[in-house]
């Protein structure tokens, strides 16, 4: 019985794990250019309004599904995009964890787990690494755990592929590669727990302050 | 009894009379706001479009593209702003002659390594100005969404913070995905002169500007 009840939560679990789980997914994402049309350079806004609140999704890494059967390796089924036109949006542990208050600590630079290089986002990898089916985590309950390695090797070959030449742009554009690249690293991740949503915290109104070197401002 | 109801009629116009003007206090910093938002975004559609037509011009020679691309940088973004704000509190330690050549430099880094990403341009890019809002300092925050051409498939989401000079709105932070231009040139600058000193900052950048400008050279 105890065991039916586990299945059958696993399965579930499964199931709506491609679900859009949060309510800012409330903009869909720009729709693509018509295919055989010239596109005007430029377009009007829709709104001329201030967007304090507005919600933006952080494009990286985001799946289209817009078949709700068609989500079947990350979760059966994705009402919640189908039929709401919610978006799926990536969420980590180490987001979770920042939205909680830990901060990032020390910045680490480690050769293969590239991305997740401060202290919190390193500590949290395990449980992603674990949670997240793509990475080699709860299927390989059914199968050797070498496979798990297998496809987690591959897709980090493959992003790191993919960001090949956004990093030798990165190389030319720093004057201290390093430093640039812990910084967009903490800067980029405070907008991830952010949701990408500007609060009034954010931008920081002193970072536009000319700092004189006495300590006065203007 | 007359009286009464005129006394009661002339306090009523009272309050509605004092409730306009509350109301009208109340939505004169929103239309202000409004205002400088809606120049800033003028300002910025206009140098988006003046952009575009050089790019589009396809008669151009690449030299005379980059050089009309640069003089509408020159002219939209406050470059000695921008240089004081990446140097932060260690201004102090340059002296006047140091900070001229840091401008120099930094201006000529941003125009080689920027000006290169309008190398990848397709003319299949759709370039949405979305919004904008007022910063407490009175700077402005437009958000540019970016999609199809050379963009990535979800597009790109670039913030441009610009500031009022004189009646003139310049840009003053370029922030691709909530990435601060600003914050980041400002971390690499700090750890520079704190480990290495300023000339070695000033050094390092012109070295890196000879060698880009070296690279792009044609061959």
């Keep these: 019985m105890t065991r039916d009840a586990c299945a059958l939560a696993l399965l579930l679990c499964l199931g709506f794990a491609g679900c859009a789980t949060t309510p800012h997914d409330t903009v869909p994402s720009p729709a693509p250019p018509p295919e055989g049309q010239p596109l005007a350079p430029t377009a009007e806004p829709d709104q001329r309004q201030s967007y304090p609140k507005q919600p933006m999704i952080p494009s990286a890494q985001t799946t289209e599904v817009d078949d709700p059967w068609q989500g079947f390796n990350r979760g059966i089924f994705d009402p919640a995009h189908h039929y709401l036109g919610l978006k799926r949006r990536p969420e980590d542990f180490g987001q979770t964890l920042g939205v909680w208050g830990v901060g990032p600590g020390p910045y680490l630079s480690l050769p293969i787990i590239l991305p997740r290089t401060c202290l919190r986002d390193a500590l949290a990898y395990p449980v992603d690494w674990v949670l997240n089916e793509g990475d080699g985590g709860v299927w390989t309950i059914w199968a050797p755990w070498y496979a798990g390695i297998a496809v987690g090797s591959a897709k980090y070959t493959n992003r790191r592929a993919l960001i090949d030449a956004d990093l030798i742009a990165g ?32 931008p920081n109104d002193e970072l536009y302050q000319i700092d004189d070197g006495n300590g006065a401002s203007r | 009894m007359s009286s009464t109801r005129s006394t009661t009629a002339t306090a009523l ?42 790019l589009n011009d396809k008669s151009l020679a690449p030299d005379v593209r980059r050089s009309k691309l640069e003089s509408i940088a020159v002219d939209h973004f406050d470059f000695p702003l921008m240089a004081q704000l990446v140097l932060g509190k260690n201004r102090a330690a340059l002296s006047t002659e140091q900070q001229q050549q840091f401008l120099d430099e930094f201006k000529k880094h941003l125009s080689i390594t920027y000006g290169r990403t309008f190398n990848k341009y397709t003319g299949a890019e759709k370039i949405v100005l979305d919004g904008g809002r007022l910063e407490g300092n009175k700077d402005v925050t437009l958000r540019m969404n970016i999609s199809g051409g050379s963009a990535p498939p979800d597009g790109v989401r670039i913030d441009y913070r610009m500031r009022d000079d004189a009646g003139k709105w310049l840009v003053i932070d370029v922030i691709p995905e909530g990435v601060s231009l600003i914050q980041n040139f400002r971390s690499q600058v700090q750890e520079m002169v704190t480990q290495k000193g300023v000339a070695n900052l000033i050094q390092t950048l012109h070295d890196k500007n000879v060698s880009q400008a070296q690279a792009q050279a044609p061959s």
């Design chain 1, 171 to 202: 190389r030319a554009a720093a004057v201290d590669w390093y430093i640039a690249a812990r910084d967009a690293y903490l800067q980029g991740r405070e907008r991830d727990i952010r949701n990408g949503v500007d609060t009034e915290e954010t």
């Design chain 2, 13 to 54: 116009r009272a309050s509605f009379a004092l409730a306009l003007a509350l109301a009208g206090l109340a939505a004169a910093p929103s239309a202000r706001a409004d205002g400088e938002v809606a120049a800033a975004r003028a300002t910025m559609q206009q140098t988006v479009d003046t952009t575009l037509a050089v």
